[in-house]
DNA sequence: GAAGGGATCGCCGGGATTTTTC
DNA sequence: CCGAAAAATCCCGGCGATCCCT
């Protein structure tokens, strides 16, 4: 093991994005930079339960499947049984109708994935629903990540506004922005804007909250696929 | 800074990351993470106690309108007219025992190099944004012996005026000259000339103000520093 | 402010490059 | 007249919002 120095708020960030009790410092690193983690990791399993648990797709199973499956490749060791016990706790759980708000971080990406499977969004023509939509889901994953991530400069715009709590300071700093407020969500959004920035908007929001690159590359195609 | 424990392979993945020579381990993990940068100008703010904590919330956005907007005409943030009373009472909040206008002071100079070495200052590829932070932190460093430097010939231009209280001078004395005010301070400069002219309008600012030759070369690479 | 969506086009800012001045 | 220094033009990329299409 090798010691390294990171600022505080880096720290921060590397701190936030534990997805199971106990993770090193090296786990998350790895899962954050796509490397292969050298202790098997739980995400694969977690994501299969969930499906189970959910009742979607054989196509989405798969999809969601490859997409992690760079750090599924090389795991020979095979992790005791309470990674097992615990996975099945967790099932259990969720097995209710999922109302509440801390919707745990493990699952986002799958979560998202779901929800962006599903034929309604899929078959959905018009980019503002579905940029409406991602953004509504991002809400719901994760409110406090989400509404801190709409704060940061790097989703705001030169002149304009991007995000906001309140039509009018949206309607404030720029001419004909269109905003629009998210569903299910306290904020709002700017919408007069081509899909080429949406996509923007969308990555920037994702990229604050702590998604990996290959949940938001994900994500960004999922919102271009127009059908 | 927090210390945390990453695997061997892991340090070796980072390290051989490096883009720049002396690189620190935060820095090379936030580029590889797309960290966001954060604001300049708010680091530029907390120069004496980085390690604080921020809120960003509400000064980042009008601090950032500030900088970029165009209409310049109705700001009142800061009273050129009361300018002399604010220094004064600045002086007096500064007399501590070690007040003077020495700026080649190590504490001084140390807190420069912090400004600097944050990740978020050598994250940013806008020129004019290193120019004005820089700019922005040798005022907060010693105001005093800003204000007087800029008044200064060697920090002015063949017809130009580099540095004045007010806009309207600066736009008096050049066509084009892009003046902008400098974060945090009562001053501005002009911003329409290459980053070469740039960093010669610093370093006449940090010799007018006491500095020594290392912390001006020092300053100048950081300025330079382009990535 | 009310039709709505969003691609297209034009403006703006950044700063290297070119032009001008001494 | 040449070289150096300063000034300012101008190109490129990014963002805003007009305006065309549905």
């Known amino acids: 093991m090798k010691i390294i ?15 199971s009790i106990g993770e090193s410092a090296s786990d998350i690193l790895r899962r ?18 969930k499906t189970e648990n959910i009742d979607r797709s054989l196509s989405l199973q798969q999809e969601t499947a490859s997409i992690y499956s760079e750090s599924t490749v090389n795991q020979q060791t095979i992790q005791p049984q309470e990674e097992i016990v615990t996975q099945q706790v967790q099932v259990v759980e969720r097995a209710e ?3 509440e708000l801390d919707v745990s971080k493990q699952s986002d990406a799958a979560d998202l994935m779901i ?15 579905r940029f409406l939509t991602i953004l509504s889901g991002l809400y719901k994953l994760n409110n406090d990540a989400f509404t801190q991530a709409i704060r940061s400069e790097n989703v705001q715009g030169r002149t304009r506004v991007y ?6 300071t949206l309607l404030d700093a720029g001419n004909h922005t269109k905003p629009k407020q998210i569903p299910d969500c ?5 919408t007069n804007n ?11 929001v994702m990229r604050e909250m702590g998604f990996d690159e290959k949940t ?8 271009v696929a127009d059908n």
């Open 5 to 19: 120095e990171v600022d505080e708020e880096l720290y921060q960030y590397i701190a936030s994005h534990t997805q």
């Open 32 to 49: 954050l930079l796509h490397l292969p983690s050298l202790n098997i990791r739980s995400v694969a399993l977690d994501l299969s339960d």
């Open 97 to 99: 109708p999922d109302t």
């Open 115 to 129: 929800l962006l499977d599903t034929p309604e969004f899929k078959q959905e023509s018009k980019a503002v629903v």
């Open 163 to 168: 995000f906001a709590q309140d039509e009018q």
């Open 186 to 190: 306290p904020h709002w959004v700017i």
């Open 194 to 204: 081509n899909s080429g920035r949406k996509m923007i908007m969308l990555e920037g």
């Open 216 to 223: 938001i590359d994900y994500v960004k195609n999922a919102f």
